[in-house]
């Protein structure tokens, strides 16, 4: 009880109570304010705010008019709390957050072991499993940062608030999957970066969810294993060759999106030429003979040899270099028809014709030296 021997009134103040006040002086460790009775009152800077103070400027200003509790009465001293009043409108807002599941800033404290201190308008603590979507070794590069969440648990009685960022991340990666599966259509062309690799082919981040990308939709050429031709954080172009919404999958091709190797084959290679190759399979009917990467043209089992032969193994085997000459050339079709036997043909004909010359050379220098005997025999 505070008596007020001026007016004769008494004002009383109980434990409790809660009042505006004005600031009328910052101390170091304290603030002295107007309670509007006889006796000023005294906020002790511990009970200024939920964080800590090192001055009480921090929190006040003079002449602020604030909200407080009546902490304790005494003679003539009363003892206020800013920080009680704090609590519970921030413990009523809160609670109201919690129940609508609302999402909102924070600010982080510190990191301690296990996860963040945040203030959420009362210290809250955030555990390590609930900071982000992923694993995060350093936590301590998050202080002073500012982190959407939402409150996952909370107790007055034990002055406990529980926030994840790790929910709010979670709610945003799958309204941007939904969005995402709901825009793409088969045939678009986006651009991802490559979040792993799989013996089976790489997943590609489109920025909302993965997509796969068959090893066999990676490359024109064959390839054995995905880091062959990508590598982790690559940006790849790739094309939507698949999309199925209600399994949440979606299917790419960065093959696609590049230039064929039958592409203008017309320019590359003509007919008539000789190409060199290695024989990639053997057939009943002939040879394909790899000329170009991704490119097979096919020596037909009757031209493999200028002998007779009943199967291509009887003369060739895969791997084997070879040359053959160009018959035809067809890029809409992907044909291209060789001949190991031409290239035979033609070596016998220009030995043959060799040969000739070579056999019409001896008889004109015999022819010459007959008639210069006979020339001789004759004078």
Known sequence: MVENHEDHEVNVLNVGDELNVTVLKLEEKQVVVDTGTKFDGVIPISELSHLHVDHTSEVLSEGEEVSVVVKKVEEDTIILSKKMKDRETAFQKLTERFEKEEVFDVEVIESVNGGLVVNAGLSA????????THYVEDLSAYKGKTLSVKIIEMNEEKNRIIVSHKAVAEEELQAKKQELLQELEIGDIVEG??????????????????????????????????????????????????????????????????????????DQINVGEIVEGNVVRLVHFGAFVEVLPGVEGLVHISQISKEHIGR????????????????????????????????????????????????????????????????????
């Open 193 to 266: 970066k490559v979040q792993r690799l799989a013996p089976f082919g790489v997943f590609v981040d489109l920025g909302g969810m993965d997509g796969l990308v068959h090893i066999s939709q990676l490359s024109h050429q064959h390839i054995d294993q995905p880091s062959d031709v990508v590598s982790e954080g690559d940006q790849l172009k790739v094309k939507v060759i698949s999309v199925d919404r209600d399994n949440e999958r979606i299917g790419l091709s960065v093959k696609e999106t590049l230039p064929g190797p039958w592409d203008r084959i017309e």
């Open 125 to 132: 603590f955030m555990p390590a499993s609930h900071v982000e």
């Open 312 to 379: 291509p193994e009887e003369v060739l085997e895969q791997g084997q270099k070879v040359k053959a000459k160009v018959l035809e050339v067809n890029g809409e079709k992907k044909r291209i028809s060789l001949s190991i036997r031409e290239i035979e043909e033609d070596q016998d004909r220009s030995e043959y014709q060799k040969y000739q010359k070579d056999q019409d050379d001896h008889t004109f220098q015999l022819g010459d030296l007959v008639g210069d005997k006979l020339k001789k025999m004759r004078d």
